[in-house]
Structure formats: structure tokens, C-alpha cells
């Protein structure tokens, strides 16, 4: 036997299989781990989906329906993690209902075999009537800053008006954000795959695993938006017969299928799978936790990218507290959870960027975040949010998700833009009142001089009619009237530009 081949074979013999948690282990940067303080951020914000067992596995990942999480990491990275640094396992204490007995276990996790080591397992006595607790020890490090866990939960607070938060940080300071709102979300329903979202190694997949009968009725049952006369014409387009059997296409039989599907014109997909936050709610969450002088925001019209449909909202907080000589700070979010990370990697930022603030009243040097006290919340609600990465901290840059934040961003702008406009213009009316003030006992002294009157009567009436409160009060409905029009003539200019 040849030298080469006995290496080939010696080669061999040293591969094997690599588990999903063995590769997460050596690459624990993809889930988010990457230094002690990002540890303990990802920890608490995988905690909140409580995905337990194996890595990538779950129900999300296969369904259509908004949701918090998707890859189907969630805590058990954490716990991962928590094991490979201090070896020790992860405490959870679990009760389903108020009737149902609570339940505490000791688990790890086995890397090789990427399953769950049960190691203690009891009832519990637990006061809570349902809900889960879940307790770690793991290596991380502790900081305030934009990218801590303090700044998620404030973010948690706005993008979550819904919700009471009460947190205690390690150095024993409390935090409470109170609900703005008794309105729940909207549960968003789970829906089948649109056409338009399938690419050819799916379709071959759901053409083997459908128990559907024929070609038609494949389409019909297993896809969204596709009735009787839709499945037909995309038959009709593929040159397939609507009776053939799923089960005998051929790869060659699926791109004449995909050709039939491109072809076709079939109905957006239905979007009561995906629950929006609302505009008025955005503004609840904003005034809630920003101290502002200023609060807009707008929810776009669902929209589709690769057949997956999703909505852009967007929010604008500005003065008041905020800081005016630094660049705007950017609030990013997908499906309501906050995105700390790798925003410069974002294309919730590239649009924030690229959209020209200068006509809304902020500075900005070319293709660069604005400047100004100003607040900028960017939140995507969708099926499936396209992240660049596992560690689902930064927005993949689709053409169709970029076009609609930059459209929310320019009513949000408008909006601004007609404040600031308007808040200018009484600036300088108080201003000219200020200086009128000013020259009043000049003006007393002349009108006396020429009618008699005493000066100081002449003198308290001017002060009177400059500071009448019904004639301030006209001043500022007038304002609010203009500031009406042209926020309605503004906005109906913005729609029709759209069109």
C-alpha cells in the first residue's frame, strides 16, 4: 500500500462527528459570549426564552409567528456557558399552573451528546403560581454603560409599555419601570410558508415529506395565500399537471415549479402573524422612561421580504433632557427585544444614517448619524428577522427592510421637522415681544407727550396688553393651527411620494 494512502486512511480514522454544543464550546463568540461583560448581558437576555435541552433546537425555528426568539439557542447557551466557566450546574425552578405542583432541577448540559444531564430532579415548594426561575453561576463582569444590563432593561421598558420591570443590580441599587398601558399585544397566529419565501431545497424537502395526493393539492394545503385557481396557474406556469403525485418530482420537476411560483402572481402573505407595537404605544413606552420635550412616531404598513411579512415602526423623543452636543443616540429593535451590539454592522443604522435630517431640524455631515437631543427608535416586528448572526444582534441589509425604515424615519422626520419649525418661530415672536418691552417707557413717555395722559398709566396699559393671557393664548392657538395644517399638508405631500 502506498505511503499516501496509508496517511489517507490514518486521516480518516481521526475524524468524527461534531456535536452542536461541541461547536458552540470552542465558538462560544457566535452566541454572544464574547467577553465577561457581554456574558453576563447575553445570559439575561437569552433567559427571557427559556429554551432549554438542546442548542438549535425548538418549536420556532419551523413556525411562521412572531415570537421573541427564533434560532432556538436561548438559555441554554447561557447554561452552556455557565458550565464551562465555573463547571457548576443550572438551578431552575418550574411550576406550570396554579393546580400543577412546582419542580426543581440540577441540570448540564452533555456537549458531545448535545442533550440535557439531569442530575437533580424534586417537588418543590414555591409560592409562585406559575412560571420559571432559573438560577446560574457563571464568569462575567458587572458595568453600567449603553451596552449593559441595565441599559436592556430600560430599553426592555420602552419597547415593552405592557410591562412592569423591578430590577436590582449587583451593587443592591433598585430600578422600577411601571407599565404605561393595560393594553396586552395582540397574539400574533401562526401561518404557513408563502411562496415567494421557499427557495429549491425546501420545496424538494416539502415535496417529500407532503401527504398531500397531487401537485395542487400540495400547493393549496402547505403554502399561505394559494387557493384551487392560484395552485392551477402556477401548474399552468411550470408546465406540470396539478395531478401529479409530490412524491415523484424530481429535482428538475422543483426549479420548473419555482420558474411556475416566480411567474404567478399571488397575494401578499397574511400578517396578523406579527403583532406591532403601535404608534401610540411606541410614544407610551418613549415618555415613559425619556425625559423629553418632544415625542413622535409611526407604524408602517405591513410589508414582504422573501415572503416573509414584516412591520417597521419608529419613534423620534426630542429636548428636554436629552443631549445636545453629541450625535443622536439609536434605540434598535426586533420583535421587542433591544439590540446592544454590533450596531455600526446594522441596517437599522445604514438607513438612520442615510436619511437626510438636516430639513427635520438636526445636524448631520454626509451619510452619518445625526446630531442633536434627539432620540431615534427603529423596531422591525416580523415572522423571521434576517439577522447577520447567531448572536442576533444586528439587521441583515435587505433592500425591502431598509426602503421601509427609511420611509418611517422621514414621517418621524417630518413630524419633527414641523415642531422644531414651529417651536423656532415662537422663539423669535417672544423674543420681539422681550425687545418691545424693552423700549416700552420710551413709547409711554412719546404717547404722553402727545395725548397728555399721565405716563405711568400709559405705561401700565402697554404692560398689560403685552402681557394680556388671552392675547398670548391666540398667539399660541394660532400657532397650533398653523403647526396642524402643515404637519396634515406635510404628511399627505410624504404618502403621496410613497405612491
Given at each position: 500500500?502506498a ?5 489517507a486512511?490514518e486521516?480518516?480514522?481521526k ?5 452542536i454544543?461541541?461547536?458552540f464550546?470552542?465558538?462560544r ?13 447575553t445570559?439575561v437576555k437569552?433567559?427571557v426564552?427559556?429554551?432549554f435541552a438542546k442548542?438549535?433546537?425548538?418549536s420556532?425555528?419551523h413556525h411562521?409567528q412572531q415570537?421573541r426568539?427564533?434560532q432556538g439557542?436561548g ?6 456557558y455557565?458550565q464551562?466557566t465555573t ?8 411550576r ?9 432541577q440540577e ?11 439531569i442530575i437533580k430532579?424534586?417537588q ?11 438560577e446560574?453561576e457563571l464568569?462575567?463582569?458587572y458595568?453600567?454603560g ?5 441599559e ?5 421598558a420602552?419597547i415593552?409599555?405592557h ?5 436590582t443590580s ?10 404605561s398601558?393595560?393594553q396586552?399585544p395582540a ?8 411562496p ?12 417529500d ?8 393539492s ?7 395565500r ?7 396557474e402556477?401548474c399552468?406556469n411550470?408546465?406540470?399537471?396539478p ?8 429535482r ?7 420558474q411556475?411560483i ?7 402573505p397574511?400578517?396578523?402573524c406579527?403583532?406591532p407595537?403601535?404608534e401610540a404605544l411606541i410614544?407610551k413606552g ?13 407604524t408602517r404598513?405591513?410589508?414582504?421580504y422573501r415572503g416573509n411579512p414584516f412591520?417597521?415602526?419608529?419613534g423620534i423623543a426630542y429636548g428636554?433632557?436629552i443631549?445636545a452636543?453629541?450625535s443622536?443616540t439609536?434605540?434598535r429593535f ?10 455600526g454592522a446594522?441596517?437599522?443604522?445604514e438607513s438612520i444614517?442615510?436619511?437626510s435630517w438636516?430639513?427635520?431640524g438636526l445636524g448631520?455631515s454626509q451619510?452619518s448619524?445625526p446630531?442633536g437631543?434627539?432620540?431615534i427608535?427603529v423596531?422591525?416586528?416580523?415572522v423571521?428577522v434576517p439577522?447577520?448572526s447567531?448572536?442576533k444582534e ?5 433592500p425591502e ?13 417630518r ?6 419649525s414651529?417651536k423656532?418661530r415662537t422663539?423669535?415672536q417672544?423674543?420681539?415681544?422681550s425687545?418691545?418691552?424693552n423700549?416700552i ?8 407727550h402727545?395725548?397728555g395722559?399721565q ?5 401700565e396699559q402697554l404692560k398689560k396688553?403685552?402681557?394680556?393671557p388671552e392675547?398670548r393664548a391666540?398667539?399660541e392657538?394660532?400657532?397650533n393651527q398653523?403647526?396642524?395644517e402643515?404637519?396634515k399638508?406635510s ?7 410613497e405612491?
Open positions: 500500500m505511503e499516501a494512502e496509508i496517511k486512511y486521516l480518516a480514522r475524524q468524527r462527528e461534531i456535536s454544543a461541541e461547536f464550546e470552542k465558538n463568540h457566535l452566541l454572544g459570549f464574547d467577553n465577561k461583560r457581554k456574558a453576563l448581558l445570559a437569552e433567559a426564552d427559556k429554551v442548542l438549535l433546537y425548538g420556532k425555528f411562521l415570537k426568539g427564533q439557542i438559555i441554554s447557551a447561557a447554561v452552556l455557565a464551562l463547571g457548576k450546574p443550572a438551578k431552575i425552578t418550574s406550570i399552573g396554579q393546580k400543577e405542583p412546582a419542580y426543581y441540570l448540564n448540559i452533555d456537549i458531545q451528546g448535545n442533550k440535557p444531564e430532579q424534586e418543590a415548594n414555591w409560592n409562585k403560581e406559575h412560571g420559571t426561575k432559573i446560574m464568569e462575567a463582569s458595568q453600567k449603553l451596552q449593559s444590563v441595565d436592556y432593561l430600560k430599553q426592555t420602552i415593552n409599555p410591562v412592569t420591570i423591578i430590577y449587583p451593587k443592591a441599587e433598585q430600578e422600577i419601570y411601571s407599565r398601558t393595560e396586552l397574539e400574533p397566529k401562526e401561518i404557513k410558508p408563502h415567494y419565501g421557499v427557495e429549491i431545497g425546501l420545496l424538494m424537502r416539502m415535496l415529506n407532503t401527504t398531500a395526493r397531487s401537485l395542487q400540495f400547493l393549496t394545503t402547505e403554502f399561505s394559494v387557493g384551487d385557481g392560484t395552485a392551477k402556477i399552468q411550470a408546465g406540470l399537471l395531478g401529479m403525485k409530490p412524491a415523484e418530482a424530481t428538475i420537476h422543483a426549479e420548473k415549479l419555482m411556475g416566480e411567474k404567478t402572481r399571488i397575494i401578499a397574511p400578517t396578523d406579527i403583532s407595537i403601535t410614544e418613549l415618555r415613559s422612561v425619556i425625559n423629553a420635550e418632544f415625542y413622535c412616531s409611526t404598513p405591513p410589508a414582504v412591520v417597521i415602526e419608529a428636554g433632557e443631549p452636543d453629541s443622536a439609536i434605540l426586533a420583535n421587542r427585544v433591544p439590540l446592544l451590539y454590533q450596531q446594522c441596517s437599522m443604522t444614517a442615510k436619511t438636516k430639513p427635520y448631520q451619510n448619524i446630531t437631543p434627539a432620540v427608535l423596531h422591525i416586528a416580523s423571521w439577522f447577520t447567531e448572536a444586528a439587521l441583515a441589509h435587505y427592510i431598509i426602503k421601509e425604515i427609511k420611509l418611517a424615519l422621514q414621517e418621524c422626520g413630524k419633527l421637522g414641523l415642531y422644531i414651529r423656532t422663539t423669535r417672544l423674543e420681539r415681544a425687545l418691545f418691552e423700549y417707557p420710551e413709547i409711554a413717555e412719546s404717547l404722553s402727545l395725548s395722559e405716563k405711568e398709566k400709559i405705561l396688553i403685552l402681557n394680556k392675547i391666540q398667539m392657538k394660532d400657532q398653523d403647526y396642524d402643515k404637519m399638508l404628511l399627505e405631500k410624504g404618502n403621496q411620494n405612491e
